[in-house]
């Protein structure tokens, strides 16, 4: 058995199997650290490791029947711990802890940790400095304040003193406008961590966050975690629920490391994104499960303005041994993706009740910037997934989004507005019980999507398959069982692709300048 350290910090380590399943491991197994029993029962290909000693080496057995793995590892070193309880913390569930809170964070000596014991500390928006890391213990529940007038708001935009550049800081759907601060924010800091086996509630369901949510009421909703240029920065092993609008919403950020969150927002929350990182560069989203009201997670680089002031793309992106469930779509990239998605790999994922599996969408109107490439989506198991591959260059968001500029099939003039797709592989799939659509590619006929390649996928549809919209645009009908519709693309591969109980034409194809399969 292979087994590798994802991440060490001071208090806790994450680690992974090597194996070739996707979510769970191929069998239950023991951990053993330093000789004594410390996981009885391990059951997914990522786990972790609590209540470390800093500056401390250790030696880690996993022992599944008669196969087993060993390995070496140290954790961080720690400059100073500062209990968080010593700054007048009541756990109770009522007391408002904000400023104590923040005071801990405030007065944290570099290379410290804030440790806060178990309890529920009621608290509004808190903001950590760089060289720290904050330590929730098992039992620990950080809880929202529900009076969006005790959360402070970041500006959209922030003027320059030389009255010609501008700064830009609070966001919402790809645009810098006013929004209330996140409950966790890290902001122009580097060298963060967030961890522990506590939970993070932003208790949205509690206040009036969902109310009218397309309007704004003050500011814009918050996020549960949110950073804005900020560089080495991991969230590990926490439990995230309930929050306001997306969840965890890494912006202009480098270094960033998602490691084994359990995140779940109620499935009729709006806007509850699971992870969406936007505009950032080098982000590992490993061993995460995800249970949300609407996308599980989504590549993002902004709105046209961003993405062209800005010009940040989203790249160098690994997501792997992810269980996502029940959102919208499993992986997405866009709508918001104005400054382009790159290198972005998706391995051994399981998609469990998605709308849709991978979901690109997109829109004229996004931008030349807007370009998707270097995509590899493999082996990746869907299970009652509806539609499990839907690219749609035609999506219908914004107040436009169903008029005639968006949604015409006539070509119209390239400009710099205009989105391209590059190559997507998607490799060694298995997809069983889908309904709509197999497959749903819809690219622009002014600008087709470049290549879609496709090989050793299977997709199953389930026998009592009902009928839905694959992808939403203006004249997708109702369809079920469909195996692949595809228009507007230069080209596409399939090999060794298998497509069992669909109904109709295989292949409904409509301007496709290339075709291979076998």
């Avoid at 800093?54 to 008669?66: F, I, K, Q, T």
Wanted: glycine letters at 8%; proline letters at 5%; hydrophobic letters at 35%.
């Amino acid at each position: 058995m292979q087994l590798s350290l994802v991440r060490a910090t001071t208090r806790s380590a994450c680690f992974e199997l090597d194996s070739n399943t996707c979510y769970l491991s191929p069998a239950r197994y023991e951990v053993f650290l330093d000789g004594k029993s410390a996981i009885q029962e391990g059951k997914t290909n990522v786990f972790s490791l609590f209540s470390l000693e800093p500056a401390h080496r250790y030696h880690l057995e996993v022992v599944a029947g008669d196969d087993h793995g060993v390995l070496d590892f140290e954790t961080e070193t720690e400059s100073y711990f500062v209990d968080a309880s010593r700054y007048g913390l009541a756990g109770d569930g009522v007391t408002d802890n904000t400023p104590f809170l923040q005071a801990a964070l405030a007065t944290c000596p570099p290379g410290g940790t804030v440790y806060v014991p178990a309890g529920t500390y009621r608290t509004q928006s808190l903001f950590l400095r760089s060289d720290t890391t904050l330590y929730l213990e098992k039992g620990c529940t950080l809880l929202g304040g529900t009076d969006r007038r005790s959360y402070p708001i970041l500006p959209g935009v922030l003027p320059c003193a030389d009255e010609e550049h501008e700064a830009y800081l609070g966001s919402w759907e790809g645009n810098p406008l006013d929004c209330f601060a996140g409950l966790i924010n890290v902001i122009h800091a580097r060298n963060v961590t967030i961890t522990g086996e506590g939970c993070i509630n932003a208790n949205a369901d509690q206040g009036d966050w969902y109310q009218t949510p397309k309007v704004r009421r003050i500011a814009w909703r918050p996020r549960l975690f949110f950073t804005s240029n900020a560089e080495n920065v991991t969230l590990h092993g926490l439990e995230v629920c309930n929050s306001y609008s997306w969840t965890i919403h890494p912006t202009y950020s480098r270094d960033v490391n998602i490691l084994q969150l359990h995140i779940h927002n109620h499935a009729d929350t709006p806007n509850t994104d699971g992870i969406d990182p936007e505009s950032c560069c080098n982000v590992n989203i490993i061993g995460d499960y995800v249970h949300v009201g609407d996308d599980c997670i989504a590549l993002k680089s902004g709105k046209l303005f961003l993405g062209t002031v800005m010009h940040t793309p989203c790249e160098n992106v690994i997501i792997r041994n992810c269980c996502l469930s029940r959102g919208h779509g499993g992986l997405v990239i866009g709508s918001e993706m104005s400054g382009g998605v790159k290198n972005v790999t998706v391995t051994q994922c399981l998609m469990d009740h998605t709308d849709r599996g991978l979901r690109v969408k997109t829109r004229r109107g996004r931008g030349k910037n807007a370009v998707i490439d270097g995509l590899v989506f493999r082996n990746v198991e869907m299970r009652h997934v509806l539609t499990p591959f839907v690219i749609n260059m035609f999506y219908f968001c914004d107040p436009d989004g169903k008029s005639d500029y968006v949604q015409s099939h006539d070509p119209l003039p390239l400009d710099d507005a205009t989105p391209r797709l590059g190559s997507l592989t998607m490799e060694n799939i298995t997809a069983t019980d889908a309904e709509y659509a197999g497959c749903w590619f819809s690219g622009l006929p002014e600008q087709p999507i470049d290549k879609v390649v496709m090989d050793h996928v299977r997709i199953h549809f389930a026998p009592k398959a009902r009928s839905g919209q694959a992808a939403m645009m203006c004249g997708a009908d109702a369809v079920s069982k469909l195996a692949i519709h595809a228009e507007n693309v230069r080209q596409i591969c399939l090999h060794h692709v298998r497509i069992e109980g669909y109904q109709g034409e295989r292949l409904q194809f409509t301007n496709v300048q290339s075709f291979e399969e076998d």
